[in-house]
């Protein structure tokens, strides 16, 4: 059975940390371009960025790029979302997401597995 599980948010103060970490089984994620995307309250879901599965290229949406970073560790199937410099509006429900025909996109309805999110809350 194919899972992703998100881990590693929490409440933070603006400016601060955190690293959001996306384990898998049932595949490995060295054949698949992993997506990490977000959903604030009242707001579509949006992409945040992915990684590619062919040469490990990187995309980041604007809103995030210069402050977050992905990565990933194939040995371990796990995808990191380094987040710094958060930001008030980074609050929200973050997912990641596997695309099968690893693709170059932040798409949602391009991914073909998901997690069931963790929550990132930046406040004072």
């Known amino acids: 059975q194919v899972q992703l599980v998100e881990s590693g948010g929490g409440l933070v103060q603006p400016g601060g940390s955190l690293r959001l970490s996306c384990a898998a089984s049932g595949f490995t994620y060295e054949y698949y371009t992993i997506g990490w995307f977000r959903q604030a309250p009242g707001k579509e879901r949006e992409g945040v960025s992915c990684?590619?599965?062919?040469?490990?290229?990187?995309y980041y949406a604007d809103s995030v790029k210069g402050r977050f970073t992905i990565s990933r560790d194939n040995a371990k199937n796990t995808v990191y979302l380094q987040m710094n410099g958060l930001k008030p509006e980074d609050t929200a429900v973050y997912y990641c997401a596997a695309d099968t025909f690893s693709r170059m996109s932040v798409e949602p309805y391009q991914y073909d597995y998901w997690g069931q999110g963790t929550q990132v809350t930046v406040s004072s």
């Open positions: 990684i590619t599965s062919s040469d490990g290229s990187t």
